[in-house]
């Protein structure tokens, strides 16, 4: 019996060879969904931990605070609060910097450093020269991206606009920190690594310039483990209320570890959903071979039962095939998808610039690739594997039941006027259906891929669309430290090259409706705005907010309120005034979730006087280079916004991260596409081998069976292509639900060109194949088919 | 009766196909098999030739060289003093196409086509053919033609491949063990359709067989052993297939 089973492995080996074009094509399929789900998970795996060794080496904060300005011997009464394990006090501000050679508006934040130099909580990763002198009033460490993007090298002077007052300061060192992963300027919504910064300067230096003297306005906390970080914000903000705290937030909602932890999950969304397509198909191809392997081995499958063999081992026999065979492309994915998965981590982590990076797959991804690998080829396998075990001896030794076509009505009038090589093809569909719609649905699927890769761009340029053409005119946006009154805009609109100005009013707030709570801010506009406008993505514009809260739809759900309803209103500012306001209309938003609400209503219920803190700027082109020159002389400037600069940054930024997944993405698809057609072709090439030969015969050229072959291929891809549209509008459909966060909602969008690209590929793909698969006809035996009888 | 290997320069100008010196070599070394070792002949028009000889004396290689399907190692094949062996790969599947009709042991229908598309098949692609339901007629089966392949008898389903073989006119008909799988009744009505069609259209009909039987239907019998014609007789007198049993 072991000899036996040596032989039947031998054959096993020789069947795998002579298959090998098959094999490979079912090895391809398994290996795309194995290589993506081994690349998604090893990359989340390794950022996941190092992102926690980043946060835990240089102690990233649990809570963060900011306040107007608070005494220092406040930091002991935080200490207290239960759970809490260490308390730091900071200096932070915005600033406007300039550099040497650089036109356009530079903002930065600017972060002080403890007495002591090494600060306890977000500490800095220095990754050239040294800390400040922390009695040196000029000297910094910058934030990698801003040196790198700027060219800056150590010893460089940096001119900061602090508070009013320009001070020229000096580059002592490079750092990194955990707090500063995704480093977006205020307003801004892509890291801009030339035209915001991050500054750590001494504190005594920081608390000078803003006349913080003894004083903080930023506090961040560690916690003793396993304490609830919501708790300590609830027990945090009274606390410092009467200073003017904007409201505490947890490690969670802090902008940098959001945007890093929204990356990671799309990546866990990635290694579900695709990989599950792609062994799906590997389970249909498995299903085809086999059934025609073990059509064709009859004869075997009757003499090996005659030997004696068991159906066991007979079904063993066909099961290790498949199992080979996925196992092949199990080692192909582990490969393709432990590259890739380093190469997409060596992305991330430079798109998020992690001072060290982990590669640490868990070995739970090859061994999840390998069980559902394998495990979709035994799926694909049963049907056919049991036909063998079912086949009695006596049986598998007569040749199968010829084809037995029978007409039908139907068939008569379809065929009646086609020639007789294209009612072959129709008719061989007709009678094994569900082989053609395997073949439907895998190249089906290979397009729906397709279709989700290339419809990101269209994606991206809706929400910029609705973000910066239809909702935002202004062409710039100045942010200034301190409140200014009204008349103060005269004196922008006097700026030259600026054509129009209008106020806004950004007030951070609690917006609470019983016990829902959304921490976030109320932006007055003028009720005439005109370059900043109320703009609901579903197509129409809202008029400017007189009657109360014009809000994103997205809020409304949070706060489970409708038109009519009432949001108490906590103003995270010093003054902590609390009111009341009706939700006047719900808009739909890409982007965030906006509030808006006469800047005349705000500044009332804030208690000010008309004031405004933001500025929308209308410009003149040819007057540019004299507004940036005049800005930099006006005090208390804390940021500027050129929003054509932030919409270019976030195309580069999110182009390049898209290009990259379209292109493995593409790869995977037509790698898919290529396994489903060859294999239709090699299974029909094997059926219908004596036919075609027996056409050559009968004076058909090669080009005219090739027809016979391909033509069904090609119809079937034909047919397959709607439906693959119609499912990748599906699969984009589930996507875009699946990025329903507070910060984002992807649009169901999709351009036309995006179903274009993706036929076209997947049929390249498919004709790729079926050229390859081709070739085999020229190889046809035209001597044997005359003596054999099928 | 090797007077005819002597003749070999000369070639009958009334010879539709001829055959000078074929020899075919398969393998090499030690594996080397000669399945023809330098056979003549010549084949005049509406002529009805059955080579007779055992397993393996080359009638099959000859067969398929004279059809274009398989070139010889050496010598020739005229078609009409053409020269077959010096086509190409385009010129020989237009000679099979235009000039050849193929009968097969085991039919070689297509089984997704009914009778008459079967014969469709052909007609479709050649310049001056049959209707394929008069090809069906002149087989006997002008009722059946609606009928798949499944559907159809042994003896039927190789008159649909003969009406299909005929139905492009052709000038030279090869039939390859056409009764072979069949038994003698049904095989005696598939050579009364050889026989019709060959005196109807006049090819030059080659029939391939081991039984001596058919023989005596045939204008010419030609026996071959070893990759050699080893003899041949002229029927003073023919049997008609029905007179033929086995």
Redesign the interface.
């Known amino acids: 019996m072991v000899t036996g089973m040596r032989a039947l492995d031998r054959k096993l080996m020789r069947d795998l060879w002579r298959m090998r074009g098959q094999v490979i094509a079912v090895a391809v399929v398994v290996a795309s969904g194995a290589a993506l789900l081994v690349m998604a998970l090893s990359a989340h795996t390794s950022l996941s931990v190092t992102a926690e060794a980043y946060y835990e080496r240089y102690r990233f904060a649990h809570v963060f605070a900011g306040v107007e300005r608070a005494p220092e011997r406040l930091a002991a009464s935080i200490a207290d609060i239960p759970g809490v394990q260490t308390v730091e006090t900071r200096v932070v501000a915005f600033a406007t910097i300039e550099l040497a050679g650089v036109l356009e508006p530079i903002s930065a934040q600017l972060v002080s450093l403890p007495p002591s130099g090494e600060p306890l909580l977000n500490r800095l990763a220095l990754k050239a020269g040294r800390l400040p002198d922390p009695h040196s009033r000029d000297e910094a460490v910058v934030l990698e991206h801003f040196v790198e993007g700027n060219g800056l090298k150590l010893g460089d002077e940096i001119g900061v606009l602090m508070n009013g007052a320009k001070r020229q300061v000096r580059v002592v060192g490079v750092g990194l920190s955990p707090e500063f992963i995704y480093a977006v300027a205020p307003g801004g919504l892509t890291p801009d690594e030339k035209r915001f910064g991050v500054i750590w300067m001494g504190r005594e230096a920081l608390e000078a310039a803003y006349d913080l003297d003894g004083a903080f306005n930023d506090v961040s906390l560690a916690l003793l483990r396993g304490t609830d970080p919501e708790g300590v914000v609830q027990r945090l903000d009274p606390m410092l209320e009467r200073y003017g705290g904007t409201g505490a937030v947890a490690r969670a909602d802090h902008p940098s570890n959001w945007f890093l932890m929204n990356e990671l999950e799309q990546l866990r969304t990635m290694a579900t959903i695709l990989p599950t397509i792609f062994l799906a198909v590997a389970a249909f191809l498995t299903n085809s071979v086999l059934a025609r392997l073990i059509a064709l081995e009859r004869p075997e499958i009757s003499l090996m039962k005659a030997f004696g063999y068991s159906n066991l081992q007979v079904g063993t026999h066909y099961a290790k095939l498949a199992l080979a065979m996925a196992a092949l492309g199990v080692l192909i994915g582990w490969g393709i998808g432990a590259a890739l998965g380093r190469v997409n981590t060596a992305l991330y982590a430079d798109f998020f610039r992690f001072p060290f990076l982990y590669y640490r797959p868990s070995g739970a991804e090859f061994a999840i690739s390998a069980a559902v690998g394998l495990g979709a080829a035994l799926l694909g396998a049963l049907g056919s594997v049991r036909s063998a075990v079912i086949l009695p001896p006596a049986e598998a030794m007569r040749p199968p039941a ?6 039908n009505s139907l068939d008569g009038a379809l065929t009646a006027r086609l ?3 294209t ?2 093809i129709l ?2 569909i007709a ?1 094994a259906p569900f082989r053609a719609a395997q073949t439907v649905i895998g190249v089906a699927l290979s397009v729906a891929v397709l279709v989700l890769a290339m419809q990101w761009t269209g994606v991206i340029e809706t929400i910029l669309d609705s973000q910066f053409s239809k909702s935002q005119r202004q062409h710039a946006t100045l942010g200034f430290h301190e409140p200014i009154a009204y008349d103060g805009r005269f004196a922008l609109e006097r700026l030259p090259g600026v054509l129009a100005v209008e106020p806004v009013r950004v007030a951070s707030a609690d917006l609470r409706v019983g016990p829902r709570v959304h921490r976030g801010a109320i932006t007055g506009l003028p009720p005439d705005a005109k370059l900043q406008v109320i703009h609901d993505v579903r197509g129409w514009y809202l008029p400017g907010a007189r009657g109360g809260l014009v809000i994103a739809t997205k809020l409304a759900e949070k706060l489970n309120v409708e038109v009519g309803d009432t949001i108490s209103v906590e103003a995270l500012d010093g003054t902590h005034s609390r009111f009341d306001l009706p939700v006047a209309a719900l808009h739909e938003t890409y982007i965030e979730m906006p509030a808006y609400l006469d800047i005349a209503v705000l500044n009332r219920e804030l208690g000010d006087p008309p004031v405004f803190e933001m500025a929308n700027l209308l410009l003149d082109p040819a007057e540019e280079r004299a507004f940036y020159e005049a800005i930099k002389e006006i005090p208390g400037l804390s940021a500027v916004i050129i929003k054509q600069r932030s919409v270019e940054k976030m195309r580069e930024e999110i182009g390049d991260m898209i290009w990259i997944f379209t292109s493995f993405f593409v790869m995977f698809s037509a790698a898919l596409a290529y396994g489903v057609v060859y294999n239709a072709v090699r299974v029909a090439l094997s059926e219908r081998g ?2 075609l030969a ?8 090669r080009w ?1 069976i090739s027809y016979i072959l391909l033509g069904e291929a090609a119809l079937l891809a034909l047919i397959a292509l709607p439906l693959g549209c119609l499912a990748g509008a599906g699969l984009v459909y589930v996507m875009a639900g699946s990025f329903d966060t507070e910060l984002y909602r992807i649009p169901f969008t999709i351009r036309p060109g995006a179903y274009g690209q993706a036929m076209l590929i997947a049929l390249t793909a498919s004709a790729a194949s079926a050229v390859f698969a081709r070739r085999r006809i020229d190889n046809l035996d ?2 044997a ?6 | 009766m090797p007077a005819e290997t002597e003749e070999q320069a000369s070639i009958d100008p009334a010879a539709v196909l001829s055959a000078r010196g074929l020899t075919k070599v398969y393998g090499a070394g030690a594996s080397e098999v000669r399945a023809l070792r330098g056979v003549d002949l010549d084949f005049a028009a509406g002529e009805l030739a059955v080579l007779l000889g055992p397993s393996g004396s080359g009638k ?1 290689t000859l067969l ?1 060289i004279l ?1 274009g ?2 070139s010889p190692t050496e010598g020739d094949v005229l078609f009409h003093g053409e020269s077959v062996t010096a086509y190409s790969e ?1 010129a020989l ?6 000039r ?1 009709g ?1 009968v ?3 039919y ?1 229908l ?5 009778a008459e ?1 079967n014969v ?3 007609t ?3 310049k001056n053919p049959l209707k394929p339901a008069e090809a069906l007629e002149l087989v006997g089966l002008g009722a059946r033609t ?1 009928h ?4 159809l008898s042994g003896g039927e389903q190789q008159r649909v491949a003969i009406a ?1 073989a005929i139905a ?1 006119r052709p000038e030279v008909l090869l039939c ?1 063990e056409p009764t072979g ?1 069949l038994d003698s009744k049904t095989g005696v009505v598939v050579l009364e359709a050889i026989e019709r069609v060959n005196r109807e259209l006049g090819a030059v009909t080659v029939v391939i067989t081991h039984n001596a039987s058919i023989a005596a239907m045939a204008h010419r019998v030609i026996h071959m052993a070893d990759g050699r014609i080893s003899a041949t007789e002229l029927n003073e007198t023919r049997l008609a297939p029905a007179e033929i049993t086995w």
């Open positions: 010829p084809a037995n076509f029978r007409a020639d007789s090589p009612r072959i008719r061989q009678r004596r036919d027996t056409l050559r015969v009968l004076g058909f050229t005219e035209l001597i088919v005359l003596k054999t009888r099928e | 099959s398929n059809g399907l398989d385009r599947t237009l000679y099979r196409r235009e050849v193929f097969f042991q085991f070689n297509i089984a997704s086509l009914t598309e469709a098949l052909v479709e692609i050649s609606h798949f392949p499944a559907e299909r492009k390859d799988a």
